[in-house]
C-alpha cells in the first residue's frame, strides 16, 4: 500500500498493511511461477514395482459362519457381490449384533446352484 492510501484512511488498521504485504508476496509469487515454470526432471533410475497384491484370506473349514468380507476373501468375489445376493435372496444371511454373518451350509448351497440370468 502506497503512502497516499495511508494518508487518505482515517482509522489505520496494521491489519490491512499486513495483508497488502502478504498480498504482494502472492502475487509476485505467482508471477515467479508464471515466467518460470516448473520443468519435472526426467527419473534416472527404473521406477518402483507395483504393490504386491493383499494376501487371500485362508479360513478354517471348521468355521460356522462367515462375516461379509470374509466370504467375500473366501470366494474371490467383491462384498458388493456378497450384499447383492443377499437383497436378491440368493444368499441367506443372519444378523448378530451389529455383524452379518452368512452360515457356511448357505455359502455351499449358493455355490452349487445353477447359474441363471
Do not use: C
Not at 487371500?56 to 459362519?65: C, F, G, R, W
Amino acid at each position: 500500500m502506497g503512502d497516499f492510501q495511508r494518508a487518505q484512511m482515517k482509522h489505520r488498521d496494521a491489519r490491512v498493511s499486513a495483508m497488502a504485504q502478504h498480498l504482494r508476496a502472492a502475487v509476485d509469487l505467482w508471477e515467479e511461477i508464471h515466467l518460470h515454470p516448473f520443468k519435472k526432471e526426467e527419473p534416472s533410475e527404473l521406477p518402483a514395482p507395483p504393490p504386491a497384491p493383499p494376501p487371500v484370506v485362508a479360513l478354517p473349514s471348521e468355521k460356522l459362519a462367515y462375516g461379509i468380507k470374509e466370504a467375500a476373501g473366501a470366494l474371490g468375489v467383491g462384498r458388493t457381490t456378497i450384499w447383492r445376493a443377499i437383497k436378491d435372496g440368493k444368499l441367506s444371511a443372519v444378523k448378530v449384533g451389529n455383524r452379518t454373518l452368512i452360515r457356511t451350509e448357505a455359502l455351499q448351497a449358493w455355490l452349487s446352484a445353477p447359474v441363471g440370468r
